[in-house]
């Protein structure tokens, strides 16, 4: 039903019977609010904390709530930056991105029990991912296509009334910053022996008004798992075009 108002603008007749039925109507109305409570524990603020790495590329330093953000197409970035929001209490949910691993996930610090995941929305899944974000604190999603400017609109709205956190996996119109991976360089590999064991990227984030990118250099992650900073501070994107480039050995996975 909160789907197809979403999409249509109006109640599916199908809706009735529960319009009618109060006690329906009202578990509904208590999970949503014991989810909401339950994150009110731990989140006293409008900005989500996320990766200490990531935070100094970020605008505020952190996640807005109510607002949207892209990343562009590397999972492990975005495992990184929602692990912060995870840790601190948040429950977020993934919707369609049914690759998504529960073995990776953990592996960057992410609460499996307060994690939900909805691989699957079907043609729906703006509805979905909009219905999601009435629950959940954080949500991840992967567009099949360009939602048109009015659904966006329209979602942006739901995220500032709710409180909600959108990640996109993809572009994103009216994003409040854009994270992409320039670089990307494995080590580990011998000659002709070895596995990959560390990886070293280059993080850059382009925010929605705060003017030229910034970069870091990142290990994403090292030879021991961890998400951490590989370079001595954060550079602007432009500075750095006139600094010696690294080989990239693959691209963001």
Same mark, same amino acid.
């Given at each position: 039903?909160?789907?197809?108002?979403?999409?249509?603008?109006?109640?599916?007749?199908? #809706?009735?019977?529960?319009?009618?039925?109060?006690?329906?109507?009202?578990?509904?109305?208590?999970?949503?609010?014991?989810?909401?409570?339950?994150?009110?524990?731990?989140?006293?603020?409008? =900005?989500?904390?996320?990766?200490?790495? =990531?935070?100094?590329?970020?605008?505020?330093?952190?996640?807005?709530?109510?607002?949207?953000?892209?990343?562009?197409?590397?999972?492990?970035?975005?495992?990184?930056?929602?692990?912060?929001?995870?840790?601190? $209490?948040?429950?977020?949910?993934?919707?369609?991105?049914?690759?998504?691993?529960?073995?990776?996930?953990?592996?960057?610090?992410?609460?499996?029990?307060?994690?939900?995941?909805?691989?699957?929305?079907?043609?729906?899944?703006?509805?979905?991912?909009?219905?999601?974000?009435?629950?959940?604190?954080?949500?991840?999603?992967?567009?099949?296509?360009?939602?048109?400017?009015?659904?966006?609109?329209?979602? #942006? #709205?739901? =995220?500032?009334?709710?409180?909600?956190?959108?990640?996109?996996?993809?572009?994103?119109?009216?994003?409040?910053?854009?994270?992409?991976?320039?670089?990307?360089?494995?080590?580990?590999?011998?000659? $002709?022996?070895?596995?990959?064991?560390?990886?070293?990227?280059?993080?850059?984030?382009?925010?929605? =008004?705060?003017?030229?990118?910034?970069?870091?250099?990142?290990?994403?992650?090292?030879?021991?798992?961890?998400?951490?900073?590989?370079? #001595?501070?954060?550079?602007?994107? $432009?500075?750095?075009?006139?600094?010696?480039?690294?080989?990239?050995?693959?691209?963001? $996975?």
């Amino acid at each position: 039903m909160i789907e197809h108002m979403f999409e249509h603008g109006a109640m599916p007749p199908a #809706a009735a019977s529960m319009a009618g039925d109060p006690p329906r109507v009202e578990r509904v109305r208590e999970l949503r609010q014991r989810i909401r409570s339950m994150q009110a524990t731990t989140l006293d603020s409008r =900005l989500l904390p996320t990766h200490s790495a =990531l935070a100094p590329l970020l605008p505020g330093g952190g996640l807005k709530q109510g607002a949207a953000y892209s990343v562009d197409g590397s999972s492990a970035l975005l495992m990184a930056l929602l692990a912060g929001p995870s840790r601190a $209490g948040a429950w977020c949910g993934v919707v369609g991105v049914p690759e998504f691993g529960i073995e990776a996930a953990a592996g960057f610090g992410i609460e499996l029990e307060r994690l939900v995941l909805i691989p699957h929305p079907g043609e729906e899944w703006l509805g979905v991912t909009a219905a999601t974000a009435d629950a959940l604190g954080v949500v991840v999603t992967r567009p099949p296509r360009r939602a048109s400017d009015a659904a966006a609109s329209r979602l #942006a #709205a739901r =995220l500032r009334q709710r409180g909600s956190t959108l990640i996109v996996l993809g572009g994103w119109p009216q994003s409040e910053a854009t994270l992409s991976i320039a670089e990307s360089e494995w080590s580990g590999i011998g000659a $002709g022996h070895g596995h990959l064991s560390a990886r070293r990227v280059t993080v850059t984030v382009t925010g929605r =008004l705060s003017g030229r990118p910034k970069s870091a250099r990142l290990w994403l992650p090292d030879a021991e798992q961890r998400v951490r900073r590989a370079d #001595a501070g954060t550079v602007d994107a $432009g500075a750095a075009d006139g600094m010696a480039r690294e080989r990239v050995w693959g691209r963001a $996975g």
